[in-house]
């Protein structure tokens, strides 16, 4: 299924008004551009784990993100703090499973969050989310090694399973709460060259999930500003360092007009 354009513009708009504050724990290799991407589309990003200030700061967020991508055990206490917080405040998480089936340790902690703390969102690449769909799987690390499409059926069942929208990026991003499917056919190809850029992703479903209560909208209106943001930086880049940079300043001057030209409805 296709979202409409103006949703998604008018997502956008809330999400610049309001400048939601996403909570992020998430990993050392990302917090730089993780915050700068959610400063730049018009959110407000904080990140911290340590366990003593879990339940303040969820106090006064929006929504938490919890990201596993340099996780340790004492991180792990502290993501199930801020979820548990969350829960009781109800207010939007989202879990992003880096590395998922890399290690049993990721794997393990990826189900103690969803058992433990019910995430709203789980955004993964195909890889990620197949390793969660069956946790025989053995992947390569933190980046894909197979196309979005082949994990369709998984994501639908995971998020039956687990009662969550479930968001795979790729080549085609899907958003799925099992039954109602959104693709999303923007973005470019060196966006997976760039670390970080899914984490982004799954950080703007965060701050987008807190402006618009259907979240599967959300996900679909914030998959769609990271396309369309990477085709614009796409244009002025020479490879991933210029992409990078370019795509803060897509985020940041975004149009209304270069959505609705854009957007591959
Ligand atoms: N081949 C591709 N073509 C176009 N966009 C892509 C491609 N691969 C990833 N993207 C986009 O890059 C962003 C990050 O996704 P991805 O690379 O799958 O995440 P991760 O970094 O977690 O592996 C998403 O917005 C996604 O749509
Ligand atoms: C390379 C790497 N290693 C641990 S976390 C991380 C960043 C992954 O970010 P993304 O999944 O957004 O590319
Ligand atoms: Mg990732």
Redesign the pocket.
Same mark, same amino acid.
């Given at each position: 299924m296709k979202l409409n354009k103006e949703n998604i513009i008018k997502n956008l708009q809330l999400v610049q008004e309001q400048s939601p504050l996403v909570h992020n724990i998430t990993n050392y290799v990302v917090m730089n551009n993780t915050a700068n991407a959610l400063l730049a589309v018009g959110a407000s990003p904080v990140m911290a784990h340590a366990i003593e200030e879990m339940e303040a700061m969820v106090a006064i967020a929006g929504t938490l993100v919890i990201n596993i991508g340099t996780l340790d055990a004492q991180w792990v206490e502290g993501m199930l703090a801020a979820g548990k917080a969350a829960n009781k405040k109800g207010i939007p998480i989202i879990l992003?499973p880096?590395g998922a089936g890399a290690t049993p340790f990721r794997t393990k902690t990826c189900w103690e969050i969803i058992e433990t703390c019910n995430p709203t969102i789980i955004?993964?690449?195909?890889s990620?989310i197949m390793a969660l769909v069956n946790e025989g799987i053995q992947t390569k690390g933190?980046?894909?090694t197979m196309a979005?499409d082949d994990a369709v059926t998984g994501a639908k069942e995971l998020a039956k399973k687990t009662n969550s929208i479930v968001v795979?990026?790729?080549? +085609?991003?899907y958003i799925t709460d099992g039954t109602t499917t959104y693709t999303?056919e923007?973005?470019?190809?060196l966006?997976?060259k760039v +670390?970080?850029?899914?984490? +982004?992703?799954?950080a703007l479903c965060g701050a987008f999930s807190v402006i618009e209560n259907n979240t599967l909208e959300a996900c679909t209106s914030a998959?769609a500003i990271?396309?369309i943001a990477?085709e614009l930086a796409a244009e002025k880049a020479t490879g991933p360092g210029t992409l990078q940079l370019h795509f803060l300043d897509a985020l940041y001057s975004i149009t209304a007009k270069e959505v609705s030209d854009l957007y591959k409805a």
């Open positions: 992003d880096v955004r993964g690449n195909s990620e933190v980046d894909s979005s795979i990026s790729g080549a +085609t991003d999303i923007n973005g470019h190809p966006m997976p +670390t970080g850029l899914g984490c +982004t992703a799954s998959m990271m396309g990477g």
